[in-house]
């Protein structure tokens, strides 16, 4: 068992030299199986780190899938190369769900057979993943702990994300044709929208990855929202034109446009992409508010759209001139992280320090980011008074149970617990891919 003192690092440590650790890659959950608890220095460990977290088969782990067997059922760790994989597979269909969505919605009245196959196909992995979920470990954002009980897990999916998840691969083309093609039942098509926070989640991924440059990830990632933005936007300006009747049709935007000797008069006849990137068109000069005067709002309802969309664009404008903005003056939490990141990496590469301390360095500064903030800090603007209390209501039942301090008068012992520093213990596991065998080394690091 490791003890600390310092703020230093103390491990102990029987891992293999052939031991295979995955690249340093800073992501939300760092480390391959990492298990933390939190207690002070006058605990014994074993009360924070005699948890067996190994299943029925002896704790071998399988490199292929990096399942393991936990509690009563398989449990997938999140950092599972498997995993990692699906869950790239995952974000690409998250992807093309995010655009299509708006196109289907706005340009289709039911969807043409190879694109209705693609469809499905699409919904089917999300089907998969919705599955998959209520086998996957996830780390609890208070204790910072990786919690994997199979009911636990169940519940926080099925009390988050799972009902929007689960309508969102309804076959809703079907079901509007099946409705009697009603108008109302499209509606429901939206729920894949938000699909797209996954893709969110891979740029926050990507942001912390210090092998990708951290300018162009942030770039690309004020490129995908300024283009989301503007194709929706597009989508629902086409949507608006084609939702009056026929007999009216004329008096929308696209209906009314002329653009040289080119007459839009009869636009559902004309090929989709000149209609879309009319549409974009459209969408793009408006954000921009640069309003050339040759596409513009006809009836009332395109107005009040136009209006509410200029009006998010002024957010969206002030998001992106600020974005850049922090690039260029580079001040953030995340790029301070990154940083120094990189220079931890080119010391550990200049010494040539072995993969199982640059394991346990690595995994010390993932956990400061995580947990950014101390006891001290927090508790900086409270009383002494109050301060002690808080101490006792923490620490007095632990220093009670050791040896050395039986007999000590109350006075005494107050003032030890005044003096506490919490500690936070990890259990980091590590493949052994040769041998199929794990090893577990212990740190502790004092906050």
Excluded at 73 to 86: E, I, M
Excluded at 328 to 345: H, L, N, Y
Excluded at 390 to 408: H, M, N
Aim: with cysteine; hydrophobic share 40%.
């Amino acid at each position: 068992m490791g003890g600390s003192s310092g703020g230093g690092v103390s491990y102990r440590s029987e891992v293999d030299s052939d031991v295979e650790l995955e690249d340093y890659e800073v992501d939300d959950d760092f480390g391959e199986g990492i298990v933390e608890s939190r207690g002070n220095r006058f605990n014994p460990l074993t009360n924070f780190l005699g948890l067996d977290f190994t299943g029925g088969n002896g704790g071998k782990f399988t490199v292929i899938n990096g399942i393991r067997d936990i509690s009563r059922g398989s449990v997938v760790h999140p950092d599972s190369g498997c995993y990692k994989a699906w869950t790239m597979f995952i974000v690409i269909w998250a992807l093309y769900s995010s655009f299509f969505t708006p196109l289907e919605f706005g340009f289709f009245r039911g969807l043409p057979g190879n694109l209705f196959i693609l469809d499905i196909l699409g919904q089917i992995a999300f089907l998969v993943d919705i599955v998959l979920t209520f086998f996957v470990a996830y780390r609890d954002s208070r204790t910072y702990r990786m919690v994997y009980r199979r009911s636990s897990i169940a519940l926080r999916y099925l009390k988050s994300t799972f009902i929007i998840d689960f309508l969102s691969c309804m076959p809703w083309d079907i079901i509007y044709k099946v409705a009697g093609r009603k108008e109302e039942v499209r509606y429901l098509l939206l729920i894949r929208l938000y699909r797209v926070r996954r893709v969110i989640l891979f740029f926050h991924k990507m942001e912390k990855d210090i092998r990708i440059n951290y300018l162009f990830t942030r770039i690309v990632k004020l490129i995908f929202v300024e283009l989301y933005c503007t194709h929706t936007a597009a989508c629902i300006f086409y949507y608006l034109a084609t939702t009056l009747p026929a007999s009216q049709e004329g008096y929308t935007w696209i209906g009314s446009l002329k653009l040289g000797d080119y007459s839009y008069a009869k636009f559902r006849e004309i090929d989709l992409w000149t209609r879309y990137t009319t549409s974009m068109y459209f969408a793009v000069v408006t954000m921009a508010t640069v309003g050339y005067g040759d596409i513009h709002a006809v009836n009332m309802r395109e107005m009040i759209f136009a209006m509410a969309y200029i009006s998010f664009d002024m957010i969206l404008g002030a998001y992106l001139i600020g974005n850049m903005t922090a690039l260029i003056v580079k001040g953030s939490k995340t790029e301070r992280f990154r940083d120094k990141m990189a220079d931890i990496m080119r010391y550990m590469n200049r010494n040539k320090l072995g993969r199982n301390i640059r394991g346990q360095i690595t995994g010390h500064l993932r956990l400061q980011y995580e947990s950014s903030y101390t006891e001290a800090a927090v508790l900086q603007d409270i009383p002494v008074s109050i301060r002690a209390k808080i101490a006792q209501t923490l620490y007095l039942s632990y220093i009670e149970k050791v040896p050395l301090f039986r007999g000590c008068s109350s006075e005494f012992i107050n003032q030890i617990v005044s003096l506490l520093i919490w500690t936070v213990y990890i259990k980091t596991i590590f493949f052994n891919t040769k041998k199929g065998e794990t090893t577990t080394c212990n740190i502790s690091f004092v906050k």
